[in-house]
């Protein structure tokens, strides 16, 4: 079920200090379809992901630091105003529910629920019956995403994986199956070769100022070079220690 079907950037000009304009495939950004229940963001380190899953989320009605339609908690104001020129394309039919998870305010996120329960044990209920401060980064993750979310909801989520054991990426990856064969829709921005691997889904890589465009998994960066250096690892690095591999101190 499609109930984003995409999104045009309008034609608007952006205010100087607006940084979205200085993001390539952002920049060149004038349409974008979702033609699968899951359709993954790729790139590079600063290739524009998160801005636009966030832009998308505040555009959708979404707290900007993460949450349902109806979280209102605020650490910071920092979102862009990338939102603002989105027109989202909508489906036909009426999503029932929905989530963006940021990674980063996960803690937050935990601490207003925490807010919004009040002891309520039927509240914490849905994020699996107690705080999600008394689990670790990973566990807490899991029972939010497989207590709160639910069918026939729209799923924005920035690199799930951050959080999670190649054993939870497993658990992750069912998941993510599962939800999109029960009707809902989820886009995930993702390093992870195995999460992209889920069926039915579309990759979408940020290529610079080549846009966004549509690639297979075997062709993405991530599985080639995971490959690569899984089936050679001394050869490797033999590579990158001669050149000096680091770019950065
Ligand atoms: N609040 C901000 N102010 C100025 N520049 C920003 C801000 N947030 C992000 N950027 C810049 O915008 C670019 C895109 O950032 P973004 O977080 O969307 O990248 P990403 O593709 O999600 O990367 P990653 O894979 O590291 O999560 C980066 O160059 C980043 O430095
Ligand atoms: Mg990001």
Not at 110 to 130: C, I, K, N, P
Not at 145 to 169: I, W
């Amino acid at each position: 079920m499609l109930y984003l079907r995409g999104l045009e950037q309008l034609d608007e000009a952006a205010d100087e200090a607006d940084y979205t304009r200085r993001i390539p495939a952002v920049a060149a950004l004038k349409r974008l379809e979702f033609r699968c229940p899951v359709t993954f963001f790729v790139g590079e380190n600063g290739s524009g992901k998160s801005t636009l899953l966030e832009a998308i989320a505040v555009a959708w009605g979404f707290n900007p630091e993460g949450g349902s339609r109806n979280f209102r908690f605020s650490s910071r104001d920092t979102h862009s105003g990338l939102y603002r020129r989105l027109r989202l394309v909508r489906g036909s039919c009426i999503a029932q529910d929905g989530y963006f998870l940021r990674s980063e305010s996960l803690y937050n996120m935990a601490s207003y629920v925490d807010e919004l329960a009040g002891g309520d044990r039927g509240f914490l209920r849905q994020f699996g019956g107690r705080s999600l401060h008394g689990r670790s980064h990973g566990e807490s993750l899991l029972a939010l995403a497989q207590n709160r979310f639910r069918r026939q909801g729209l799923y924005l989520l920035d690199e799930p994986e951050a959080a999670l054991s190649p054993v939870r990426q497993l658990t992750f990856l069912a998941l993510l199956h599962r939800l999109a064969s029960e009707g809902s829709q989820l886009i995930v921005a993702t390093h992870s070769p195995i999460l992209m691997a889920c069926p039915r889904a579309e990759i979408l890589r940020f290529d610079g100022a080549a846009g966004i465009t549509p690639v297979a998994w075997q062709e993405t960066e991530h599985v080639q070079i995971t490959r690569d250096f899984l089936a050679a690892p001394e050869r490797m690095m033999r590579v990158l220690f001669a050149e000096g591999g680091e770019e950065e101190a």
